[in-house]
């Protein structure tokens, strides 16, 4: 199937929305999707999101409430959203992201320098993890993550 494109210069210069119903092929506007109206024309959608690496956000430890530093280095940090909650395998180590607080919250599970990007299994609310050297698991009978380094 052959189509024709067609640019519309004339909707972009100021004009914004066609204001008065003109006929169909005047250039002008009739709609527009994710964007919105202002005095200087059509603005685009900005999404009201925040970077969760950015340099202003601080992640604290849960235990000491030291600043947690999380370098961003390819293909590190990597996010994994889990039934459970959100898991940050980093550079540094495993942390899991404490929703129910304010702050910005890291439980640490491995700490030390990982040199291959982590994976994600998701067992019954209990994720696993590895990252090559690292092995990360859920205990059922000490109730608590476990953490084998094979290095």
């Known amino acids: 199937m052959k189509t024709y494109r067609a640019f519309i210069k004339e909707g972009f210069r100021g004009t914004g929305l066609n204001p008065y119903g003109e006929a169909r092929n005047s ?5 527009a999707m994710n964007c919105s109206i202002s005095k200087r024309g059509l603005e685009g959608y ?5 970077d969760i690496f ?32 959100l898991h940050i395998g980093a550079r540094e180590g495993l942390y899991y992201l404490n929703p129910s607080t304010p702050l910005m919250e890291l439980y ?9 990007p982590w994976t994600c299994a998701e067992i019954n609310q209990r994720p696993m993890f590895t990252s090559g050297d690292v092995l990360v698991y859920y205990n059922d009978i000490s109730d608590a993550y476990v953490v084998k380094n094979y290095v």
């Open 46 to 50: 900005i999404p009201d999101v925040k």
């Open 54 to 85: 950015s340099d202003d956000t601080t992640f604290v430890d849960s235990v000491t409430h030291v600043a947690v530093t999380i370098t961003k280095r390819w293909p590190f940090p990597q996010l994994f959203l889990t039934d459970v909650g």
């Open 27 to 31: 250039g002008l506007l009739t709609e």
């Open 108 to 116: 640490s599970y491995g700490t030390g320098s990982v040199t291959w």
